[in-house]
């Protein structure tokens, strides 16, 4: 029957981010995939549920039928995790309650092993720098560049971590000659940034892809969720750590992602072509020492101003100044001071996060209102004098808004 979903025939991205993870709906007679809320699933037959229950236990394999209890799994949170995984050319994707969920499965698979060293390369997200730096979960880091990686490798050595393009400096890594490095150490791609509509890690040899799908992935900033893109013997360890550990992605949050996904190509080719323009026009601002922008493009932009970083935020009015990206709306932040506060300034300079850099997430609004509204920030006088007018003359305050 035609409807039945071929894997053997190759599909392009657009076609599979609208179709994946849905091939049965029409034979159920839907359209919109269905979401079940549901928390507990009845049996008559309580012999067959320990037995599929032994199963899971034992294997972490998803189980055939209902999943006895919502810390296994969940249909619609499935049809996510399928598509995603489709997308990533990975054999599957295990979805949890946020980014930082996901990475914590990771690291708890690998430390339940013995393996609780990590190498890891700066700069990574704030909160998965900290994670590691502080040991939180028992594991040890070692920090490194991509060309000192395989020498940090240890007998215990359990996960290589990177980002690329990093957050929130854009450095990128050769993941194929890091890949190699590794020997037979996971290579985890944090590829939040990227998306599989720029690059998939997995067909350049990395073991495990990381999503905060909270980001690209859901696309409108009103989701939290973070997901896992790996072989079948990564996926069924973690699906064993997630019902252990309970960081479950909400049936809700795994149907919006799933509608994220189908217009993930089209939002990220569209806000990477005006990121791309905005980038031809900061490279030659006066105002502007240094762009950042990944060889592999997206709708990432990191810049370094001579003047006042916080007077940019506070003067941006069309922008959103607020952390996290991918939304559909344009967001700017300073890294140093939200998004990589909880690193120690020392790490963080060494990394290549200055003081001067902001971090914007082009959405998909017109590039000329965008540009409009960067340039008059980029021109905004110091914070100071709009707070602090001068008592003799009053009328030289500035007569916008402050405090946004
Ligand atoms: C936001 C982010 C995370 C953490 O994801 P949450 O969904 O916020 O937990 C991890 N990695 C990168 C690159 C991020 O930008």
């Known amino acids: 029957m035609y409807m039945d979903y071929d894997a053997s025939t190759p599909r392009a991205l657009a076609t599979e981010a609208v179709h994946a993870g ?73 979805a949890f309650a946020s980014g930082m969920a996901a990475l914590t499965a990771v690291l708890l698979v690998r430390a339940s092993l013995g393996l609780r060293h990590v190498v890891a390369v700066r700069p990574l997200y704030g909160c998965s720098d900290h994670l590691l730096n502080a040991g939180l979960l028992g594991t040890e880091v070692t920090w490194t560049d991509p060309a000192g990686v395989a020498d940090a490798i240890r007998p215990d050595t359990g996960l290589v971590m990177v980002e690329s393009p990093a957050n929130p400096t854009l450095a990128e890594v050769d993941i194929r000659a890091l890949a190699h490095a590794c020997g037979s150490v996971p290579l985890l791609v944090d590829n939040t940034f990227a998306t599989p509509v720029l690059q998939r890690p997995v067909e350049e040899g990395a ?11 859901g696309g409108h900033g009103d989701v939290m969720g973070g997901v896992v893109a790996c072989d079948d013997e990564f996926a069924r360890a973690l699906r064993q750590v997630r019902f252990a550990t309970g960081g479950v992605l909400h049936p809700l949050a795994g149907y919006l992602l799933l509608r994220g996904l189908s217009t993930l190509p089209v939002r990220v080719r569209a ?46 009015r069309l922008i959103t100044p607020a952390v996290s990206l991918g939304s559909v709306d344009t967001l700017i932040q300073h890294p140093a001071s939200i998004s990589h506060r909880i690193v ?23 590039v000329e209102d965008l540009w409009r509204d960067l340039t008059q920030a980029l021109s905004a006088p110091p914070a100071e004098t709009v707070r ?17």
């Open 344 to 366: 120690a300034e020392g790490d963080r300079r060494s990394a290549g996060v200055s003081d001067r850099l902001l971090r914007m997430s082009v959405g998909l609004e017109d």
């Open 207 to 217: 073991r495990i892809v990381l999503h905060s799908a909270t980001k690209y992935l």
């Open 388 to 404: 602090a007018p001068r008592a003799a003359d009053d009328s030289a305050a500035p007569s916008r808004p402050v405090g946004r």
């Open 271 to 316: 806000a990477s072509a005006t990121a791309a323009e905005l980038v031809r026009r900061l490279a030659t601002d006066p105002r502007i020492a240094r762009v950042h922008y990944p060889r592999v493009g997206g709708a990432m932009v990191s810049f370094e101003v001579y003047g006042d970083p916080h007077d940019v935020i506070a003067g941006v």
């Open 22 to 94: 849905r091939e049965d709906l029409a034979e159920l007679g839907l359209h919109a995939p269905p979401i079940d809320l549901s928390t507990t699933y009845p049996s008559y037959d309580t012999r067959a549920e320990a037995a599929r229950i032994d199963e899971f236990a034992t294997t972490g394999a998803r189980l055939d039928g209902p999943p006895v209890y919502a810390r296994l799994d969940n249909p619609t949170t499935a049809r996510f995790e399928a598509a995603l995984a489709r997308l990533e050319g990975a054999d599957d994707a295990v």
